[in-house]
């Protein structure tokens, strides 16, 4: 059990290593820049959300027999999108928390990879 706890932290410390990296690569170097990213990733969430939710209601009318099946099909990709949006969301306030309100950031300094 210990074993795969290290193992899922371990993996945690790495997808936050490359979200400091991707970050660092495309210039996001002040609060506000991450706060912009944080919000653009909740309106993409929502006009995903608007464009399955679309899809879905097309094809329950077209196919009205699998109307069950495809309302299934849309709740998991609904939940997939807010998940996902929720862990990008946590992850970006982490590196405003930990990265650039750091007393000791540098804007131009390389991410440090865990080891």
Known sequence: MSIQLNKLERKKQLDFYMICKTFHDSGV?????????????????KIQSGIALVIG??????????????GLFLAIILIYIWI???????????????VLKHPDYKPGAEPVKPA
């Open 57 to 70: 209601c097309i094809l329950s009318l077209v196919f009205s027999q699998a109307a069950m099946t495809v």
């Open 29 to 45: 170097h002040t609060e506000e820049e991450a706060i912009k990213c944080k919000d653009k990733l909740l309106k993409n969430a």
């Open 84 to 98: 996902f949006t929720y862990r990008g969301r946590v992850y970006v306030q982490r590196y405003i928390d930990e």
